[in-house]
Nanobody, 116 residues
Framework: QVQLVESGGGSVQVGGSLRLSCALS????????IGWYRQAPGKERELVAR???????IYSDSVRGRLTISRDNTANTVDLQMDYFQLDVSGMYYC??????????WGQGTQVYVYS
C-alpha cells in the first residue's frame, strides 16, 4: 500500500507561486522515481514532473520552465515549486511512484486553483 500525503495547495493569482509538498514512506522513496500528477476538471490524471532517485528530473512540455521538482531522501519528501502561474495549471495534484501502482492507490491530493 502506497503511503503518502500531499499538502500546500491553495488559490493563487496568475503570475504567482506556490510550493507543494509530498511526504512518503521510506519504503516508497527508496529506489523509486517519484512524480507529481495533475488532474484538471473533466480530464484524466497526467504526469507533469518526475524525479529519479538521485535527482535527475523530467518535465512534461506543458509545464517545463514553470515547475521545479525536488526530493529529499533523508526527510522522505518530494516538493513541487510552481512559478509563473497560468490558468492551465489549475487542478488536483497528486504525488506517487512512476509508473503509478496497480491496483491504483492514491493519496487525497492537494487542490490548486489559479485565478486571473
Amino acid at each position: 500500500q502506497v503511503q503518502l500525503v500531499e499538502s500546500g495547495g491553495g488559490s493563487v493569482q496568475v503570475g504567482g507561486s506556490l510550493r507543494l509538498s509530498c511526504a512518503l514512506s521510506r519504503s516508497i522513496m527508496s529506489g523509486n522515481q517519484i512524480g507529481w500528477y495533475r488532474q484538471a476538471p473533466g480530464k484524466e490524471r497526467e504526469l507533469v514532473a518526475r524525479v529519479m532517485e538521485y535527482g535527475m528530473t523530467i518535465y512534461s512540455d506543458s509545464v517545463r520552465g514553470r515547475l521545479t521538482i525536488s526530493r529529499d531522501n533523508t526527510a522522505n519528501t518530494v516538493d513541487l515549486q510552481m512559478d509563473y502561474f497560468q490558468l492551465d495549471v489549475s487542478g488536483m495534484y497528486y504525488c506517487n511512484v512512476v509508473p503509478p501502482p496497480f491496483p491504483p492507490d492514491w493519496g487525497q491530493g492537494t487542490q490548486v486553483y489559479v485565478y486571473s
